[in-house]
């Protein structure tokens, strides 16, 4: 399964930006769909999970912030990122493990956006 994730940019803080990650394919009802990020000299960081059951779990730093979020017909899921602060700062990656229709294990990695907040 690849996913292709889009929409960072640069953006002042306490703006908004909407993250998209498309999946090649159909697998959200059998798969758990995250987000993670990595600042600069940073460790990666989980941010929020979509899990397979529709429920969410989101990083204490981003609860109330951030909202995760799947289309189902369009094989997206996205992630809507408000006031954002300067320390949102970083490569923005989605990930996804689970199985396809056809049964098969998966565990894929996006490419990785940029978000930056910055005044």
């Known amino acids: 399964v690849q996913l292709q994730a889009s929409g960072g940019g640069l953006v002042q803080p306490g703006g908004s930006l909407r993250l998209s990650c498309v999946a090649s394919e159909s697998v959200f009802r059998t798969s758990d769909m995250d987000w993670h990020r990595q600042a600069p000299g940073l460790e990666r960081e989980l941010v929020a999970t979509a899990f397979r059951s529709g429920s969410t779990r989101y990083a204490e730093s981003v609860k109330g912030r951030f909202t995760i979020s799947r289309d189902m017909e369009k094989n997206t899921v996205y992630l809507q990122m408000n006031d954002l602060k300067p320390w949102d700062t970083g490569v923005y990656y989605c990930?996804?493990?689970?199985?396809?229709?056809?049964?098969?294990?998966?565990?894929?990695w996006g490419q990785g956006t940029q978000v930056t907040v910055s005044s």
């Open positions: 990930h996804g493990n689970g199985r396809t229709r056809r049964g098969e294990p998966f565990d894929s």
